[in-house]
């Protein structure tokens, strides 16, 4: 029938408006501990991995390791370095970020937001959730190290940070220069958030929707979600 057509057609529309507006917010991390996606259990439906996780010395993590932020000893698994944000140009960037607190809803899945508040309006990211948990559903935790180690810090163990981690437990260093407290192999991706983002990035505004991962993030974390 022509009003049943009409109808739908409209209930089509409302959900891809609804989908393409999705507003949030962006904070940053840098714990150091093996990010939740690290667990095949924790994959997104369809998805492919799980992340990869690193020994303390940034090479593959050893069979049967623990994650270092819940266990101590010999054989324990990491962040790996790998996941500091890339610069694509001056406004895009590529990284790893927590997204949500349920980790099976996102697991591996892509999203590109741009910002519409703070220092970073006009640019934007495609970002991969390698981890889930301690934030809002609409939060991105983007992984940028001397981005604050949270509730968790397993740096201490891997890289001798002080036992809050840098700077701020929540929000990490406060300026540029701070980065230099950190070992020279992550100074690059500190940098990153004053340099390229141009601030503090905590508690910007974005909008974002779901995409299919470029294959630079892919390859780096081992993990491929299903196609959109
Ligand atoms: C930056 O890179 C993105 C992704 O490749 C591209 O879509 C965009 O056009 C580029 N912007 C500039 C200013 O080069």
Not at 169 to 198: I, T
Request: proline share 4%; charged share 10%.
């Amino acid at each position: 029938m022509h009003f049943t057509f009409i109808f739908s057609l409209s209930l089509v529309f409302a959900v891809v408006v609804v989908k393409t507006q999705t507003t949030g917010t962006t904070t940053t991390t840098w714990d150091c501990c093996e990010p939740a996606c690290g667990y095949a259990a924790n994959l997104s439906p369809g998805a492919t991995g799980p992340v990869k996780s690193c020994s303390q010395s940034n090479g593959p993590a050893a069979s049967g390791a623990q994650n270092a932020c819940f266990a101590s000893g010999g054989n324990l698994a990491f962040s790996c370095s790998t996941f500091q944000p890339i610069i694509v140009n001056d406004t895009m960037s590529y990284g790893f970020a927590g997204h949500g607190n349920t980790a099976t809803d996102n697991c591996c899945k892509c999203f590109q937001f741009s910002w519409t508040s703070g220092a970073g309006i006009g640019k934007s990211m495609i970002v991969q959730a390698v981890n889930a948990g301690g934030i809002t559903e609409t939060d991105f935790d983007i992984y940028t190290p001397g981005g604050g180690v949270g509730d968790y810090n397993a740096c201490t163990a891997q890289y001798g940070a002080p036992s809050g981690g840098w700077g701020r437990q929540y929000g990490g260093v406060s300026s540029d220069a701070e980065c230099s407290q950190l070992p020279s192999s992550l100074q690059d991706g500190c940098h990153w958030r004053w340099q390229w983002a141009g601030g503090d990035v905590n508690e910007w505004a974005i909008t974002y929707q779901q995409v299919n991962c470029p294959s630079e993030l892919t390859s780096i974390s081992g993990c491929t979600p299903a196609l959109i």
